[in-house]
């Protein structure tokens, strides 16, 4: 990579530094701060860093496949903090997914990093939302294993970030817009306090998780005007090399379509839905 100093107080250098920490408290506080100051750091652009393939972060119990997350019943209290604790694994890798996005991708606009920015700040305090939730039930992040799905996609296009705009944010992330409501559904039913508590939380969630996919989707069609690429074909392609799960129903069309989604993609995901049934 080309290296050239690093400016004192520039955006994605910081973006970087909070990339590294492990502590997860200590990241979101680093987050935090660097996203009081949005609207006022300088940033470098052009500037290539060197920094980890992996981001810093605690030590889980394990780290598994996804199929072999242990399912537990939210009618329980360890089943409840467990499903928690998984909403608030993807949150945390959330931060280090927009954390990537800022310091990993060169060249791109001002506005594409303080974007990214924002999506980082939030994401950080839907982490601290359920973190301070699980402790509220007697857990904490890190007291269940976890699976590694969404960073193992991050790492994937780590060196395209077009295919890291249509496979991340408008693929992975997105598929939180479908669940969401499902596990809302699934904590109403439960009908405890820290049931409806959760499902406040994730109220709150949803509602900025839609302005996260819609940032994705546009920085990834801005990239295809730029780069003179045809979205829909780039797409297939990519979803085909990098093995992109493919979104399943039922989809949260009204929340997909707020967060950019055109009605022809709309319409091609349920044909394409039906078609595997």
């Known amino acids: 990579m080309r290296k050239t100093r690093i400016v004192e107080m520039e955006l994605r250098h910081h973006a970087l530094q909070a990339f590294e920490i492990t502590d997860a408290d200590a990241k979101v506080m680093a987050v935090q701060a660097l996203g009081s100051l949005r609207g006022t750091l300088p940033v470098d652009c052009e500037q290539s860093f060197a920094g980890p393939k992996t981001p810093g972060r605690p030590l889980l119990p394990a780290?598994?496949?996804?199929?072999?997350?242990?399912?537990?019943?939210?009618?329980?209290?360890?089943?409840h903090a467990a499903l928690v604790h998984s909403i608030a694994h993807i949150e945390f890798n959330a931060?280090?997914?927009?954390?990537?996005?800022i310091w990993?991708?060169?060249?791109m606009p001002d506005t594409y990093y303080r974007d990214w920015l924002q999506v980082a700040l939030e994401e950080s305090q839907h982490f601290q939302a359920l973190q301070s939730h699980l402790q509220s039930?007697?857990?904490?992040?890190?007291?269940?294993?976890?699976?590694?799905?969404?960073?193992?996609?991050?790492?994937?296009?780590?060196?395209?970030?077009?295919?890291r705009m249509a496979?991340?944010?408008?693929?992975?992330?997105?598929?939180?817009?479908?669940?969401?409501?499902?596990?809302?559904?699934k904590l109403r039913k439960v009908?405890?306090?820290n049931s409806l508590e959760a499902s406040r939380i994730l109220d709150?969630?949803?509602?900025?998780?839609?302005g996260h996919v819609a940032i994705g989707n546009r920085w990834f069609h801005w990239l295809c005007q730029r780069d003179g690429i045809e979205?829909?074909?780039?797409?297939?392609?990519?979803?085909?090399?990098?093995?992109?799960?493919?979104?399943?129903?039922?989809?949260?069309?009204v929340a997909r379509k707020q967060a950019g989604f055109t009605d022809a993609e709309l319409q091609f995901m349920q044909s394409s839905a039906t078609a595997q049934v």
């Open 191 to 193: 009908g405890s306090p």
């Open 63 to 79: 780290l598994v496949e996804p199929k072999d997350v242990p399912r537990r019943s939210p009618f329980t209290a360890e089943g």
């Open 104 to 107: 990993r991708f060169a060249n």
């Open 231 to 253: 979205p829909a074909a780039f797409y297939a392609r990519a979803a085909l090399l990098y093995a992109a799960p493919r979104p399943k129903p039922p989809f949260n069309l």
């Open 167 to 185: 496979l991340v944010p408008r693929t992975l992330e997105a598929r939180g817009l479908d669940a969401t409501p499902l596990i809302q559904a």
């Open 95 to 101: 931060i280090n997914l927009a954390l990537d996005a």
């Open 137 to 163: 039930c007697g857990y904490s992040y890190g007291s269940f294993p976890a699976h590694d799905g969404l960073w193992t996609m991050c790492d994937n296009t780590r060196r395209d970030v077009v295919a």
């Open 204 to 210: 709150t969630i949803l509602s900025e998780e839609i």
